[in-house]
Nanobody, 120 residues
């Protein structure tokens, strides 16, 4: 069993910044992908940023040059630094992690979600 705990959401004015963190814990042998998704009201969940164990990074076009994803493989943590926030960034943000647990089974885990609201 792998648990994810997210933190860092909140209310910010347009142009402001927030940092989201997600810590994975449990019987983790290895982690492959660590991603951030978001879901706005009435819309489908979408990938915001992804980073693999090898350091390959992918961003949604809507957040390129504003958001930065990075991970700490020792602490099993992924961070999303969000700058120049816009009202359209308002959504619930979810952490996603996949990998392998001790014993050889693969796992996929989702965080509980953290609300990000960008408004004046």
């Amino acid at each position: 069993q792998v648990q994810l705990v997210e933190s860092g959401g909140g209310l910010v004015q347009p142009g402001g910044s927030l940092r989201l963190s997600c810590v994975a814990s449990g019987s983790i042998f290895s982690i492959n992908r660590m991603d951030w998704y978001r879901q706005a009201p009435g819309k489908q969940r979408e990938l915001v940023a992804a980073i693999t164990s090898g350091g390959m990074i992918n961003y949604a076009d809507s957040v390129k040059d504003r958001f930065t994803i990075y991970r700490d493989n020792v602490k099993n943590t992924v961070v999303l630094q969000m700058n120049s926030l816009k009202p359209e960034d308002t959504a619930v943000y979810y952490c996603y992690v996949d990998g392998r647990v001790f014993g050889g089974s693969d796992f996929v885990s989702w965080g509980q979600g953290t609300q990000v609201t960008v408004s004046s």
